[in-house]
């Protein structure tokens, strides 16, 4: 409760963490009795909360907001717990800080759950499975490959069957090149009259 003179009078209220109230008031006789409200909104963030990939579903201490990229205006000023998830990527969690109402961006990027693989052959089009699956035809880049222990195998007309266990990581990006080997051929030798001794490259076989 003020006492004041009469005539023109402003009133401000000011917060920490709100904008400040104003409000001009004009007395006129003395003794007059006014209620003024005056009404602090609190002082907001302008968040800008960006993902790689896009997409990303983005809560904000623990209340889901929507996904990246994404506008928050109505964070009053402290500290929150940003956390940003996606399909086939490694949830993460940062801290934001809002201190006034300058303009932020805080851009988030997830880590891969898997790994990946460039796989090649020498020569090319070698058919690949990994722990019994195909998965493509060298040159060829797979994705979505689990953490964890894994057999490779790469099989062409004529060649041998190449086989390579691999351990892998989540957020590997790995090279496989594999060299085929020439199967051997087979080769049945007949003669008339029968019993010819059979040499090849001079070397006796029979």
């Known amino acids: 409760t003020l006492n004041v003179d009469d005539g023109e009078h402003l009133i401000t209220a000011p917060k920490a963490g709100y904008i400040e109230a104003r409000e001009t008031v004009h007395q006129t006789s003395h003794g007059q009795?006014?209620?003024?409200?005056?009404?602090?909104?609190?002082?907001?963030?302008?968040?800008?909360?960006?993902?790689?990939?896009?997409?990303?579903d983005i809560e904000i201490n623990g209340a889901h907001r929507g996904r990246a990229p994404l506008l928050a205006t109505d964070l009053p000023l402290g500290r929150y717990r940003v956390v940003a998830s996606a399909p086939g990527y490694a949830r993460r969690e940062v801290d934001l800080k809002i201190e006034n109402r300058t303009?932020?961006?805080?851009?988030?990027?997830?880590p891969s759950d898997s790994a990946k693989l460039a796989i090649s052959s020498d020569p090319a089009g070698g058919s690949v499975t990994i722990d019994g699956t195909q998965r493509g035809t060298t040159p060829c880049n797979v994705d979505r490959v689990a953490a964890g222990e894994h057999e490779i195998k790469i099989t062409l007309d004529k060649f041998k069957p190449w086989n390579r266990p691999l351990k892998v990581q989540a957020g590997d990006e790995l090279k496989v090149a594999a060299t085929l080997e020439t199967q051997p051929?087979?080769?049945?030798?007949?003669?008339?009259?029968?019993?010819?001794?059979v040499f090849v490259n001079d070397e006796p076989h029979g």
């Open 33 to 56: 009795h006014r209620v003024v409200n005056l009404q602090l909104d609190p002082i907001t963030g302008l968040v800008v909360i960006e993902s790689r990939p896009d997409g990303a």
């Open 103 to 110: 303009p932020q961006r805080l851009a988030i990027v997830l």
């Open 185 to 197: 051929a087979g080769l049945h030798i007949k003669s008339e009259p029968t019993g010819a001794s």
